[in-house]
């Protein structure tokens, strides 16, 4: 039961946090990312698990850069983290069923990602997770990006064109 007192998830040194997202799945399993850009940056994740928050938020990502980070969580307890930002593209961290967080992430595309990751799950948990992206800064093709989440590896795929999602006329500003 995620209703009680408010817990504080903030971490020494943190004067602010934005870009918050979070989620939860039917299980009670949730999370909730948030960016840190007066600190060391990056992105922290906390994770609520069997009635409780847990010890102290993850410190995922220490991209300085991180951008629209989006959290999601499987029917199996699976979180993921997707980070993008504007010079090395689009990383994505996920969890075990546990919450044990990988080291490092995996590039899942070189693109410059415009506006938040909007992620599915079906009841066995495998993801399919989809983004608006760019080649590059200026006069680019724009297109929406998908990847999928393979429950037997655990792992989301490069990220490959949606069909149909390449623009034809390509757009001069980036939104």
Same mark, same amino acid.
């Given at each position: !039961?995620?209703? /009680? &007192? ?15 997202? %979070? &989620?939860?799945?039917? !299980?009670?399993? #949730? ?6 850009? $007066? ?21 995922? %990502? ?5 951008e629209r980070p989006q959290?999601?969580?499987?029917? +199996?307890?699976?979180? +993921?983290?997707?980070?993008? !930002? $504007? ?6 961290? +996920? @969890?075990?069923? $546990?919450?044990?967080?990988?080291? =490092?992430?995996?590039?899942? #595309?070189?693109?410059?990602?415009? /506006? ?5 799950? $079906? %009841?066995?948990?495998? /993801?399919? &997770? ?5 080649? /590059?800064?200026?006069?680019?093709? =724009?297109?929406?990006?998908? %990847?999928?989440?393979? @429950? &037997?590896?655990?792992?989301?795929? +490069? ?5 149909? #999602?390449?623009?034809? !006329?390509?757009? #001069? =500003?980036?939104?």
């Amino acid at each position: !039961n995620a209703i /009680g &007192a408010a817990k504080t998830l903030a971490i020494a040194g943190q004067t602010e946090c934005s870009q918050m997202s %979070s &989620a939860g799945n039917a !299980n009670g399993v #949730s999370a909730v990312v948030w960016e840190e850009p $007066d600190s060391q940056g990056g992105l922290d994740v906390a994770q609520y698990r069997g009635d409780a928050w847990g010890g102290m938020p993850a410190r995922v %990502s220490t991209d300085y850069f991180a951008e629209r980070p989006q959290v999601a969580v499987s029917p +199996t307890g699976v979180v +993921t983290m997707f980070d993008h !930002n $504007d010079f090395d593209g689009s990383k994505v961290w +996920t @969890t075990d069923a $546990d919450g044990k967080w990988p080291v =490092e992430g995996d590039v899942i #595309s070189p693109f410059i990602a415009f /506006g938040r990751t909007s992620v599915a799950f $079906d %009841s066995m948990g495998k /993801g399919l &997770a989809v983004w608006r992206a760019k080649d /590059g800064v200026g006069v680019k093709p =724009e297109r929406i990006l998908a %990847s999928r989440l393979a @429950t &037997a590896t655990g792992k989301w795929t +490069t990220a490959v064109d949606l069909p149909g #999602s390449l623009t034809t !006329n390509p757009s #001069s =500003e980036a939104q």
